[in-house]
């Protein structure tokens, strides 16, 4: 099996540095570019949502690949339209594809596109499925209280649509998976669900840096994910090299879920990869979640940073704690 | 480490101006955690937790936390 395509979408609307910096005056436009290596990031519309975006997408990924080819749909998503009917069933009728086709969703974050081969991979393997569709998508920015301007700097909204084909070629190697549900409330947003509803009257908190929030929006409690990063990713990168007997010396590149810059400069540093096969890049798109390393990964294909036949590792790791980590070859 | 380069790349880490000895006080800010967090790992090879960072207040608490015996 093999990567047979990959697309993304940005929404139109983009937010810039210059225009955080007008709404948050002690935030200049170049500190925050030089903190987090984020110049834009692009935010769906009020009446868009994550499955809008998994629509558009989608079709843009079938002008180029029979859509009727489809028997799988995986969808994560931390942004459903609705707690039910799923969201990978909607997109199922939305895309008219063949009333055979499995979908569902599953809620991940930062490590969601890695999970995602992962289940296509033992779809295909345990011949459930040939072709499967799977798409990220998120939209945090819904999320986000309009005056947290640490996380309305750092995320944006995007989503990449996948194809993960049955071949002959081995094209999807060995995973390394992980969990540590402990870090739970360093990412989370509280209320909304049935443990804590959504509640109109909920007070705002301001923190230590001017950042708003309240239990109905997304609470990041970033030194305690920059710990996790770092306790976690290089063992991971290292674990993953060796159950495919691989080295970073035979690696020919490297995409790790595009954070933010000062994560990624210190975890190439730390792991000593070579900048010259290190993909960072996200200066137009911010942390799009799930979608990072999709995007990151078209972007290297399109660009010929990577061919037919380069061996490269992409790693995801965030939210739940969750985190994972593949060895794929173009 | 000798504690007058600690001083110096600390203040340069902490982006603070003027002198710094063992008495300034540092507030921690989100931002500045992480970068301690980051600081201490690369230079000394110890991992020291968010928790154990909210009782520092000066430069002194920092280098307790680190280690006394890792300074000369």
């Known amino acids: 099996m093999h990567i047979a395509s990959i697309e993304y979408y940005l929404p139109e609307i983009i937010v810039d540095n210059a225009q955080l910096a007008q709404e948050f005056p002690e935030w200049a436009a170049e500190k925050i570019f030089d903190k987090i290596g984020i110049a834009r990031r692009h935010v769906a519309r009020k009446d868009e949502t994550a499955l809008d975006m998994a629509v558009k997408v989608s079709e843009v990924i079938f002008e180029n690949y029979d859509k009727n080819k489809i028997d799988f749909i995986l969808l994560c998503t931390q942004s459903p339209d609705y707690f039910l009917p799923t969201s990978a069933c909607i997109l199922q009728e939305k895309l008219g594809l063949p009333k055979n086709t499995g979908a569902l969703d599953f809620n991940l974050g930062c490590s969601g596109f890695i999970y995602g081969l992962a289940l296509a991979k033992g779809l295909i393997t345990g011949n459930i499925a040939n072709n499967v569709l799977l798409v990220t998508s998120e939209t945090y920015s819904k999320h986000i209280h309009l005056k947290d301007k640490a996380n309305r700097s750092i995320f944006g909204d995007g989503a990449a649509a996948t194809i993960i084909s049955r071949s002959e070629r081995n094209g999807i190697l060995e995973f390394e998976l992980g969990t540590d549900g402990n870090g739970m409330n360093n990412l989370i947003v509280p209320n909304g669900g049935f443990r804590a509803k959504f509640n109109i009257d909920e007070k705002d908190i301001v923190d230590d840096n001017g950042n708003v929030r309240n239990n109905n929006c997304l609470w990041m409690n970033g030194p305690e994910i920059f710990d996790f990063t770092i306790e976690n990713v290089p063992p991971l990168v290292t674990r993953v090299l060796e159950k495919n007997m691989l080295s970073i010396e035979t690696i020919d590149y490297v995409i790790l879920h595009q954070a933010n810059k000062y994560m990624l400069d210190y975890l190439r540093k730390k792991m000593k990869i070579p900048p010259g096969k290190f993909y960072q890049n996200m200066e137009e798109t911010g942390n799009t979640v799930s979608s990072t390393i999709p995007i990151a990964l078209k972007d290297c294909i399109e660009k010929g940073t990577v061919k037919s036949g380069s061996k490269v590792l992409l790693a995801g790791f965030g939210v739940g704690y969750s985190w994972g980590a593949v060895v794929i070859e173009i | ?72």
């Open chain 2, 1 to 72: 480490m000798d504690k007058r380069f600690f001083f110096k790349e600390l203040q340069e880490t902490l982006e603070l101006e003027g002198k710094m000895d063992e008495t300034t006080q540092i507030h921690l800010t989100s931002l500045s955690t992480l970068a301690i967090i980051a600081f201490v790992d690369e230079n000394f090879e110890k991992r020291v937790k968010v928790a154990d960072l909210k009782n520092v207040n000066k430069v002194a608490d920092l280098i307790k936390l680190i280690g006394i015996e890792n300074f000369s």
